[in-house]
């Protein structure tokens, strides 16, 4: 099955510098990538996503890379303000089907320093 | 948007009891609904897929015998914790798909005494 890995863990960024998580995925079928964003004690929200027919994406600060070939993805987070911090997580999924599912990155806590 | 519920949004209960966790697709209908546990300062994992009308699917490791999970119409799904313990206590969190698009609700924290 799927197995998708996220670093850093933890990620300290001084407010208005950029923050960059990466993760890595293990299945080649996989060709939906979201990023969700859980502040404490709430649900992941869904703050950006990518195909895998697609490089890049970008929605203002945020954005999304993808190299299909080395099954890496990345978020970037420029400008960063103190309400960007929260835990993020990069998650995966193989083409939409009946059976295909969403699979979640370990998650990284980004805190924004005043 | 689409919106989930999930009620309620925290329980405590006693050990060996049992506890019901709704879901609700509140301006949707949802084939497929997900169930996620989310133990403190880790990911989420997927316990089980739930198809409207047929027999949830369970991820490998999870008693299906102990989470309970029904999906009888195309907005509700449940998930009953039965004969929990403080091990069974955690962050569960569902998600309801549709026309492709997958969303999550806000969780329920179960704390089992």
């Known amino acids: 099955g799927e197995n998708v890995e996220q670093h850093p863990s933890t990620l300290s960024v001084q407010e208005g510098d950029s923050a960059v998580i990466k993760c890595t995925y293990s299945?080649?079928?996989?060709?939906?990538f979201p990023w969700y964003k859980q502040e404490l004690g709430k649900g992941p929200q869904l703050i950006i996503d990518?195909?895998?027919?697609?490089g890049e994406k970008k929605d203002q600060r945020i954005a999304v890379t993808l190299n299909k070939t080395a099954k890496h993805f990345s978020l970037h987070i420029t400008e960063t303000q103190p309400e960007d911090s929260a835990v993020y997580f990069c998650?995966?999924?193989?083409?939409?089907?009946?059976?295909?599912?969403?699979?979640f990155g370990s998650g990284t806590r980004l805190s924004i320093r005043p | 948007g689409a919106v989930v519920s999930q009620h309620p949004s925290w329980v405590i209960c006693k050990s060996g009891t049992s506890v019901k966790i709704e879901c609700r697709s509140l301006?949707?209908?949802?084939?497929?609904m997900f169930w996620y546990r989310q133990f403190p300062k880790q990911s989420l994992m997927l316990m089980a897929t739930?198809?409207?009308?047929?027999?949830?699917?369970?991820e490998q490791g999870v008693e299906k015998d102990k989470f309970l999970i029904n999906h009888a119409s195309l907005t509700l799904s449940t998930l009953t914790v039965t004969s929990a313990h403080p091990e069974d206590s955690s962050f569960y969190i569902c998600?309801?798909?549709?026309?492709?698009?997958?969303?999550f609700g806000p969780g329920t924290r179960l704390t089992v005494l």
């Open positions: 998600s309801a798909r549709a026309s492709g698009e997958q969303f």
């Open positions: 299945d080649s079928a996989s060709n939906y």
């Open positions: 990518i195909r895998s027919n697609v």
């Open positions: 998650a995966a999924r193989t083409a939409y089907s009946s059976a295909s599912k969403i699979i």
């Open positions: 301006d949707f209908q949802a084939t497929t």
């Open positions: 739930s198809n409207e009308g047929s027999k949830a699917t369970y």
